[in-house]
């Protein structure tokens, strides 16, 4: 199964400032998926960011608020952008891991905004 | 209209109790269903998937069933160390594609 590593694992941020969290994987994967979880609540999906394709946007997320880079089979970033008290969640990345289809997690970004 | 739901929200059970866990769910073309555990501060651990219906897959106390419209967690002989929130999701036409959640069971067992 692929190692997942999310950077900072935690992080209190002013409202109006950006976040940028990075997940790094340990092999080389296609497949990946950006997902917050609220306080209490469950996972959502907020875009796809497939290697080789723009990342692609659940309803309700817009690109401008959480731009997303995705350089190699390895990495990618998310950035949480002009945060608000409402965007303070924990922010997952999870990849597929080939030829299984499993589904794997990072450790999460716990964000805080004040 | 929720497409993933799990029941019960919580359970609080004694070590050695056994019990299930439920999660329903309607989406049409269902290509397979998740299990996973979470523990508070942390990031969801695969468990299981399955992908018919028929389909068992055990691992140490738990064991994932699934029909055509449910699955079922079940916990044989629990123990402390199993308490956490469990979360089903499903993943509708492709494989690899994203999975919907449901919002979990959290269980907590006593000694």
């Known amino acids: 199964s692929a190692v997942i590593s999310q950077k900072p694992s935690r992080d209190i941020c002013q409202r109006g400032t950006s976040l940028t969290i990075q997940c790094q994987v340990d092999?080389?994967?296609?497949?990946m998926f950006w997902y917050r979880q609220q306080p209490g609540q469950s996972l959502t999906l907020i875009a796809t960011?497939?290697?080789?394709?723009?990342?692609?946007?659940e309803s309700g997320f817009v690109i401008d608020k959480f731009p997303i880079s995705r350089p190699n089979l390895t990495f990618s970033t998310l950035t949480v952008s002009n945060m608000s008290p409402e965007d303070s969640s924990i922010y997952l990345c999870?990849?597929?891991?080939?030829?299984?289809?499993?589904?794997?997690f990072g450790p999460g970004t716990r964000l805080t905004v004040t | 209209e929720d497409q993933v739901t799990q029941s019960p929200e919580a359970l609080r059970l004694q070590e050695g109790e056994s019990s299930s866990l439920n999660c329903s769910y309607t989406?049409?073309?269902?290509?397979?269903l998740f299990w996973y555990r979470q523990d508070p501060g942390k990031g969801p651990e695969f468990l299981f998937t399955?992908?018919?219906a028929g389909e068992e897959k055990e691992k140490e106390r738990l064991k994932a069933t699934l029909t055509k419209k449910e699955s079922f967690l079940h916990i044989t002989a629990p123990k402390p160390e199993d308490s956490a929130t469990y979360l089903c999701?499903?993943?509708?036409?492709?494989?690899?594609?994203?999975?919907?959640f449901g919002k979990g069971t959290t269980l907590s067992v006593s000694s």
């Open positions: 999870s990849v597929v891991d080939t030829p299984t289809y499993e589904q794997y």
């Open positions: 092999s080389q994967v296609t497949m």
């Open positions: 960011a497939n290697q080789g394709s723009e990342a692609t946007y």
């Open positions: 989406v049409s073309g269902l290509r397979g």
């Open positions: 399955l992908y018919s």
């Open positions: 999701a499903v993943q509708e036409g492709q494989a690899g594609t994203a999975l919907i």
